[in-house]
């Protein structure tokens, strides 16, 4: 299983972003860096690499939006001509119906749509330069691949969860049951100290938030929204249910430290300037 980050070019600035939220000040990533992509020609030679050495999956996300590299239709092409199992992670702002057709027909396997919001004026709080017509644009958009694709690609829409769209928890659900899309993740925000920690839930929040979990899985036995899986609910439970790793942003403290670590083994990453990591986040280490 292989991350390839194609750019670090992104046409959004999430609120909570660790490379282009408005919260980062100075610490943004510089214009030089954002520049960074891999060419068409580098990344067909990895691929047949990655092909020939036995890699399965490849997914592609990043510090940056894969839609904003030139050649990503034809990198999506390719990878699915090598057999493999092609996963994009993406705000889903760049595409139009050619656009998504083209997906559809060349049989790219999964989406994780990054949303943030079960409502358009959260999602304009959450992305300062979108507007409440992007929201609406992307569900339509959403809708029509939904109710075009022949199974694939699957969806999932992704909700990294603060103090500014927690509340929204079953607003994000019946979201992804109106576009039809297959499931919803939540994860708490990885924040910036000194930057984007300010985006942390307080004591209370932590508490309101625990409720609102309590009552989805109350409302889910009662039959609710029973099509939309929720992808890892506990897990994202568990990592809220203390409130003191919550509030400072420190999650699974509790178990971390006690298990040895074999992700260098099964997965990598590679960084648009062409660097190779065996764990998600060790450039920030």
Not at 159 to 188: C, D, G, K, P
Request: charged share 25%.
């Amino acid at each position: 299983f292989v991350q390839i980050d194609v750019t670090n070019s992104c046409n959004n600035n999430c609120i909570g972003c660790w490379c282009n939220s408005p919260l980062l000040g100075d610490k943004k990533m510089p214009p030089r860096v954002k520049r960074e992509f891999l060419p068409f020609s580098v990344l067909k030679e990895l691929i047949e690499e990655l092909r020939d050495m036995g890699c399965k999956e490849i997914y592609y996300s990043g510090g940056g939006e894969p839609f904003t590299h030139p050649e990503i239709m034809e990198i999506l092409r390719f990878t699915k001509q090598q057999g493999m199992v092609c996963y994009v992670n993406t705000n889903f702002t760049l595409l139009d119906k050619k656009k998504i057709d083209e997906l559809i027909d060349m049989g790219v396997d999964h989406l994780t749509i990054s949303i943030w919001a079960g409502t358009a004026r959260t999602y304009a709080i959450t992305h300062p330069n979108k507007t409440e017509l992007d929201f609406e644009r992307i569900k339509e958009n959403l809708i029509y691949l939904n109710t075009h694709k022949r199974g694939k690609p699957l969806v999932k829409l992704y909700n990294v969860i603060f103090n500014l769209n927690y509340r929204e928890l079953e607003e994000m659900i019946e979201f992804a049951r109106t576009t039809h899309s297959e499931s919803v993740e939540f994860t708490v925000i990885d924040t910036i100290p000194g930057a984007t920690d300010k985006l942390l839930l307080n004591a209370s929040q932590q508490e309101e938030l625990l409720r609102l979990c309590e009552k989805i899985k109350r409302r889910r036995e009662e039959g609710w929204a029973r099509e939309v899986v929720l992808f890892n609910f506990d897990q994202f439970y568990n990592r809220i249910a203390n409130k003191e790793n919550v509030t400072s942003g420190l999650y699974d403290r509790w178990i971390i430290g006690k298990i040895p670590c074999y992700i260098g083994w099964v997965f990598t990453r590679i960084l648009p300037d062409g660097n190779v990591h065996g764990c998600l986040k060790a450039h920030r280490i």
